[in-house]
């Protein structure tokens, strides 16, 4: 007998949203074992909605999906998880919209993704406890590239692999990672940067949060790994995000 | 969505659908039912409707100072002295403007920015009237800004960041209350709702 099952649950992280109709908005969510929807909510922009609160972005909640034929709606939602810190400030909000984008960006309509829902989740943890938040930029941007199956090594060089990390001079996406300088002649379009900078993406790129936020870091050395990092997204993708990272 | 010409045998007829379809809730066949509403209705009723649109795109313009729409500059609002001139309610579109007016217990001023920030779809600062704003509150004895953007997360950023840039020249800088509906249930309140309302409560 055909399973004809008209509705599902599912917990999701609420990505964006978009007016939709004269009452309406269409909610671009993000759940574990669906991926990344596209649903219909009625009647959310009246102020005695019940869906809408719920429906706010950064919310995890849980979701009651009815089936259409083209688009799913929205029948219930219920706020599982709330991350009140990010509301009440404005840098983490900025900082939050480009979460948001990037998680939107890199994971396609329905694509399965349970370690990029668990990243976004521990990101969204991270940033409502507004500690180190260019760290955390950093770790979300190289996370979600392994999660999206793009895994660079800044621990050799890609081409030789010598693992002298004082050697390791230079960046090239192409070629997975880092590069040393006696590699980096031969190559096209690497990015040359310090010794110093390689080592702490690979740190980043290997350790837990935990281990991140206790560890004392230098400043100036996380900002020119963000700066790295931007340029990995960027070549990555192609284009440039629409959110401005402040 | 364009129309096939050979569904209607009148090329006019397909034109004004394929028109009437590219209006925001209006599909094919809402289009298609509309077009031949209008064939059957009196010419003058067509000619008014479609004199009011041309009249519409030509007479309306943006009030310069407090950026509604009107089809006078500066706009019925902002000439009319008998309201309160040191009070600025600044809202996200124009029409919220007639939400307000319809209580009929505001008597301040507007500014109207257009939209919220929304770093998501590209909107910063630059796309909306808030240079125009600190303008006008350089320019004149305002006493209290009134931050009536709506309570998503985009209105909410859009009220800390007006916020911090006129902290420091106005006086009072103050936002609408927010909380349980009028009508609404607190059993199917999110708790973002409920403790809003809960941190605005007032003695009885």
Redesign the interface.
């Known amino acids: 007998m055909v399973n004809r099952e008209r509705s599902y649950k599912t917990e999701a992280i609420i990505l ?1 949203s978009k007016s939709f ?2 009452s309406g908005h269409i909610y671009i969510v993000f759940t574990p074992y669906l991926g990344k929807l596209s649903i219909n909510a009625n009647g959310t922009k009246k ?2 909605s ?1 869906l809408s ?2 429906l ?4 995890r909640c849980n979701l009651v999906i009815s089936k259409g034929r083209s688009i799913d709606t929205i029948s219930s939602a219920e ?1 599982t998880e ?1 991350f ?1 810190n990010i ?2 400030n ?1 840098n983490l ?2 900082n939050v ?2 979460i ?2 990037l998680f ?1 960006v890199f994971n396609p309509i329905n694509e399965i993704n349970v370690d990029a829902y668990q990243l976004l989740l521990e990101s969204l943890r991270w940033l409502n406890n507004n500690q180190n938040i260019n760290l955390l930029i950093i770790y979300i941007r190289l996370k979600i590239l392994t999660t999206s199956g793009w895994d660079l090594n800044f621990s050799t060089c890609n081409l030789c692999f010598d693992e002298k990390k004082g050697n390791l001079t230079a960046i090239n996406t192409n070629h997975g990672g880092s590069i040393c300088n006696i590699c980096k002649p031969s190559t096209t379009n690497s990015v040359s940067t310090e010794p110093q900078s390689i080592k702490l993406l690979h740190f980043i790129s290997i350790a837990s949060r935990e281990k991140l936020l206790s560890s004392n870091l230098e400043i100036t050395l996380i900002k020119k790994c963000l700066a790295i990092s931007e340029y990995l997204i960027h070549d990555n993708l192609g284009f440039k995000l ?3 990272l402040f | 969505m364009q129309i096939p010409e050979q569904n209607h045998s009148v090329k006019i007829i397909s034109k004004l659908i394929n028109e009437l379809s590219k209006l925001p ?1 209006i599909g094919p066949k809402s289009a298609q039912r509309l077009a031949y509403h209008f064939i059957k209705l009196p010419k003058s009723e067509v000619l008014e409707l479609s004199n009011s649109l041309i009249e519409l795109k030509e007479k309306i313009i943006y009030c310069d100072i407090c950026q509604n729409l009107s089809d006078e500059n500066p706009c019925s609002i902002c000439t009319n002295y008998q309201r309160d001139q040191k009070l600025i309610c600044v809202i996200e579109e124009p029409l919220d403007i007639l939400a307000f007016e319809r209580t009929g217990s505001y008597n301040g001023l507007y500014h109207v920015l257009h939209g919220v920030l ?5 909107i ?1 600062p630059n796309n909306l009237k808030i240079n125009e704003l600190l303008n006008r509150i350089k320019v004149n004895d305002i006493e209290e800004i009134i931050l009536a953007t709506n309570p ?3 209105g ?2 859009t009220a ?2 007006i916020q ?1 840039i006129i902290v420091d020249i106005v006086p009072k800088v103050t936002r609408l209350a927010r909380g349980l ?1 009028v ?3 607190i059993e ?6 409920i ?1 809003r309302a809960l941190q605005g409560r007032q003695e009885i």
């Open positions: 964006n109709g004269e102020p005695k019940k609160g719920h706010q972005i950064t919310n706020t709330l009140l509301r009440e404005y909000i900025n919209f480009y948001m984008e939107d629409k959110t401005k | 809730g929304s770093p998501i779809n590209g910063g998503s997360i985009e909410e950023s800390m960041y911090d509906p009508g609404g249930d199917y309140a999110d708790q973002m709702t403790m």
